[in-house]
């Protein structure tokens, strides 16, 4: 064990993600709109130029609407509307909520190893739940989870940005230098986060929401890159 995991394994603030880091979340976003863009099936333009087409709208969408599969059917019906120079048919729409019933129905599945790692972090620091989205379908999932019992507190917010980090620090007191924010998302859970000054621990998934994506510098020493979750207990 090196210097730096001894001193990481006395107490911290370990701060989690929850869609993507303790349970899947986008990989069923993924297969919807794999059934749309077939469903689709537009005369002139491909998979890929759709799909361009729709992430420029759910970015536009998340902006002014928020997070979540509502939000997320809004944007099918407003791509299809684009696509089709019309508004959707109420066909067509209840043709897309068919599609993405999979959202609806959708269980909580940890990710491999996250229930046995949680039980032992908790037992040497201080652990945290910050998710973001809309509000009922967050806290559904956080009910479904079986997890709750490990944090001392679990927050839904809005967005996850600098302001929300530093709010976090203001409203549970800790020291920004010994906690850690963990998640998937650059652009939510890592720069944000080293930003409001808190260290950050990126584990990548391959199903990562591309409008989560953002370039990490390779150089910051703030920031530890693990391959799965189980990984933290060597670390922590």
């Known amino acids: 064990m090196t210097v730096d995991q001894e001193a990481r394994r006395r107490a911290q603030v370990l701060i989690f993600d929850a869609d993507d880091t303790l349970w899947e979340n986008n990989v ?27 992430d420029d709208i759910e970015r536009a969408n998340a902006v002014a609407h928020g997070y979540g599969s509502k939000v997320f059917l809004r944007s099918l019906g407003d791509c299809l509307a684009r696509l089709r120079d019309r508004p959707a048919t ?60 490990h944090f001392g507190a679990a927050h839904i917010v809005a967005e996850k940005d600098v302001d ?31 930003a409001a000054g808190l260290n950050a621990v990126f584990i990548p998934n391959e199903n990562t929401w591309v409008l989560e994506d953002d370039e990490l510098d390779p150089t910051d020493a703030g920031v530890l890159r693990l391959a799965a979750f189980r990984d933290l207990l060597d670390h922590f």
Not at 38 to 49: G, S
Not at 126 to 135: C, P, S, V
Request: glycine share 6%; hydrophobic share 45%; charged share 35%.
């Open 28 to 54: 069923v976003f993924e297969r919807v709109i794999d059934d749309f863009l077939a469903w689709i099936d537009h005369p002139t333009m491909d998979r890929t130029e759709i799909r361009a087409i729709l």
């Open 90 to 149: 109420e066909a067509e729409r209840r043709e897309i909520d068919r599609l993405a019933l999979a959202l609806v129905e959708h269980r909580v599945e940890l990710m491999p190893g996250v229930a046995e790692a949680l039980d032992e972090l908790a037992q040497r620091h201080k652990l945290l739940l910050l998710t973001k989205g809309d509000r009922e379908e967050q806290q559904r999932k956080l009910d479904a989870c079986g997890l709750l019992h």
């Open 164 to 194: 929300t980090y530093r709010w976090l620090v203001g409203e549970h007191g800790f020291e920004p230098a010994r906690a850690w924010m963990i998640g998937n998302s650059p652009k939510s859970d890592i720069l944000p986060a080293r």
